[in-house]
Structure formats: structure tokens, C-alpha cells
């Protein structure tokens, strides 16, 4: 079955010009939505994913109509790919996934996205070393200083309910807790 997907990204937008491309290419169903295509959260791409079968060919008027980062393209047709289904966009043949050429190229744009993902992982991942040589500190700042932290254990082993030591640090009563067992 060829399978439509139009997207807009406001109410103000109109979908008639898609809609009559996706009819005049055959499409049997036509999943429609006025959505960012910034993420891949969206009620109709989802419920047009779930309902993909083998042999259906998934059709857009745009590469960008499916989605507005590669990332979420190339999972996008991936989910595609992976229910049995092939991929048309009508205005970029080159992406089709029912051709040869279109699964060479998408796996070579999938290849690139991957070595970039990897590379922003080496980048953020030497950033956070040097970062950690200079004395920064990752996470959450601590509710308690180790001074308030002897004070607190004080209190509590001369009688003071955990609940009393959190009202007087300010803190919840779990921080009291995780403190006692860590």
C-alpha cells in the first residue's frame, strides 16, 4: 500500500498542496499533521509508523516534511526500513529506499551521521577531562557541606529525630536518609 505523510509546522499552514501530490502518486492513506518537524514525537508519524507493513511504501512530497534534522530522518527511515516497508520522497529520488543507488546514499548519510555523533562524543567527552583538571565539578551541588554534614550526624547520634536535623539544615528528610547510608 503506498502510505502519504504531510507535516506543516502551524495551524496557519495549509496542507491541500502535499495532500494533492501524495492523491496524484497513488496514496492510499495519507497521514497528516501540523507539527515541528524538529522531533520525532508526533502523534500521526507514530501512529503511520505503527501501522507499517511489509511491502508498504512510505511517500513524501519532501525530505523535510518527515523530518527537520538528519538524525531524526535517518531513525525516522530506519523504522521504516525495519517494518518491511521502502521510502519515496518525490522531491529527492536520490533518498529512496526501493532503489539501489537511494540505500547506498541513505547508508552513506547514515555512515557520516554516525562518525559525527561519534566525534561530538570524543569532543564532549575530552572537554569534560580538561574540564575535571581545572577543578570543575559535575552535577548537582550538595545540600550539605561536609561541615554541616559532621554537625547533622552529631545531632543525630545525641538524639535528634531525622526530621528535627532536616528542619534545622533546611533539607528534606531524604537527604538526611541518603546521608546516613552512604
Request: hydrophobic share 40%.
Amino acid at each position: 500500500m503506498k502510505i502519504g505523510y504531510a507535516r506543516v509546522s502551524t495551524d496557519d499552514q495549509t496542507l491541500d498542496i502535499q495532500r494533492a501530490i501524495l492523491n496524484q502518486n497513488g496514496c492510499e492513506k495519507i497521514f497528516e499533521e501540523k507539527l515541528s518537524g524538529v522531533g520525532p514525537d508526533r502523534p500521526e508519524l507514530c501512529r503511520m509508523l505503527d501501522s507499517l507493513k511489509e511491502g508498504d511504501i512510505v511517500i513524501v512530497s519532501s525530505l523535510d516534511r518527515l523530518a527537520r534534522s538528519t538524525r531524526v530522518l535517518l531513525e525516522t527511515i530506519d523504522k521504516i526500513g525495519a517494518s518491511g516497508a521502502k521510502f519515496t520522497s518525490l522531491s529527492e529520488p536520490w533518498a529512496n529506499t526501493d532503489s539501489p543507488a537511494g540505500k547506498m546514499i541513505m547508508t552513506v548519510i547514515a555512515g557520516i551521521a554516525e562518525f559525527e555523533a561519534d566525534l561530538i562524543r570524543s569532543r564532549t567527552s575530552a572537554g569534560r577531562a580538561a574540564a575535571r583538571n581545572k577543578g570543575v565539578i559535575f552535577g548537582r551541588p550538595k545540600k550539605l557541606s561536609a561541615k554541616n554534614k559532621k554537625l547533622a550526624m552529631r545531632l543525630l547520634k545525641e538524639g535528634s529525630s531525622v526530621r528535627d536535623v532536616a528542619e534545622t539544615f533546611g533539607v528534606h528528610t531524604s537527604t538526611i536518609y541518603r546521608m546516613l547510608n552512604s
